[in-house]
C-alpha cells in the first residue's frame, strides 16, 4: 500500500513529473480518459495493470473499473480480456463484482462472439451465468437465433457433450424456429422430443390430426399421439380426453380390425364394446374448423362401419337372434350408430340399413 500511494502521488504531481500516469497501452498523446461507472461516478481511465496492481493492495478495489474494456484497447465493445481476467479472478475468490455487472459481463462477451459466428462459444460463455433462470433463457435465445431445423450431428453434439446443454433446451428451441417458419409437422415432433406435451397436443388436434385422418396418413398420426397416451403425462394434458385420447382410441382399435382374426371371438366382444364407447364420445371432439368437422364425420362413418362388421363376425347359431339382454342384435347397435356425427344422408342411410337388418332379425325370431 505505501508504495502504490507513493507512487499514485508522484505521477499526480501537477508542478514536477515523477512518474508516468498508468495510461491505457493505446492512449499515446498522454490524454486523460474520463469515464462514467454504473453508478454515475467520474473517474480517469487507467491501465488494467495499475487496477491489478490496486486489487492486489485492497480486495474491495472496485472490479467494475478494473473490468472495463477501456483499460485495455480503444474497441470498447471487446469484453474478450475483461472476461478472462475475471474467470481468473473468480478462481482466486475475487468475487464482489456487482451482480449486474457481472450479467452485463456475460451478456456482452457472448453478444460479441456470437456476431463474430462464434456462437457456440457464446453458449459456453453464457454458461456462467449465476441464476439459472437467466442462464436457461439467454442460452435458448442464442439457439433460437442460430440453430436450424435440419439435423446437425456436430453442432448438438458439442453442446450436449461438450458443453452439457440439457437436449429440451435444443428441441424447445427448434420447436419455436418451427413454429415460426410454420411447420407444424416439426413443431409436434420437436415439442415431444422436448417433453413439451401440452404445446405437441394443441399442435397435433389444432393443425395436424384432421389432415392426416382425411388424407388416410393414419400411422404417422397414431405414432404421434402414442407417447401423449401414457398415463403419467396425458393428466397433464388440457383437454385431453376431447382430443388426442378419442383419436388414439379410434386409430387404435382401427389398427387391430385391420389384423382382425375373425376366429378370435373373444377379442371380437372387446372391441364391439371398445366401439360402442368411443361412438358415445366421438360427438365431443372439439371441432373449430370445417376440416375438423369433415374429420368427426370421417370417424363417424367409420365408427358405424366397424361396429356393423363386429356384429356379423360375432358367431351365432341361425335361431339364435336373440343376445343376452333380450334384444336384437340390430336393435342394440341402434342408440350408438344414431349419436353418431354424421352428415345427414349418410345418416339416414346407416338408419335404414339397421332398419332392414331388425326387420329380418325380427321375422326369424318370429319363425323361430
Known sequence: PLFRSLYCKAFKEKSVSVAVPPHPPYVKDGRLLKFYDSEGLRGTVRDMS??????YADRLHRLERTLSPATHTSHLLDYGISWFV?????????VHLPAYSYVALQNDFAAQLESLGLWKWAV???????????????????????CS???NEDDEAFLIEKLHVPAKWIYEAKALIAQYDRIPEKEAEFCLKAGLWNAAHEVIMKKLAAAYIISGNEDTLLNMLTPLADDDR??????????????FHYLSIKKEMMA??????ELVERLR????????????????SLEDRLCQSEISKKCASYLKSLLFLEERPDEDV?????????????????GLPMPEDYALSELRALTRSYIREFLRRIRW
Open 234 to 247: 396425458n393428466c397433464d394434458i388440457f383437454d385431453w380426453s376431447e382430443g388426442g385420447e378419442i383419436l
Open 124 to 146: 459456453f460463455v453464457l454458461l456462467h451465468l449465476v441464476d439459472s433462470a437467466d442462464r436457461q433463457r439467454a442460452v435458448q435465445q442464442v439457439l433460437v437465433r442460430q
Open 50 to 55: 495499475f487496477h491489478l496492481l490496486k486489487l
Open 260 to 265: 382382425l382374426d375373425e376366429g378370435d371371438q
Open 149 to 151: 431445423l435440419n439435423e
Open 86 to 94: 475475471h474467470l481468473m479472478l473468480r478462481a482466486v475468490y475475487y
Open 322 to 338: 336373440i343376445l343376452d339382454d333380450g334384444s336384437l342384435p340390430s336393435l342394440s347397435l341402434t342408440p350408438y350408430i344414431a
Open 273 to 288: 364394446e371398445q366401439l360402442k364407447l368411443l361412438c358415445t364420445r366421438v360427438k365431443d371432439l372439439s371441432c373449430d
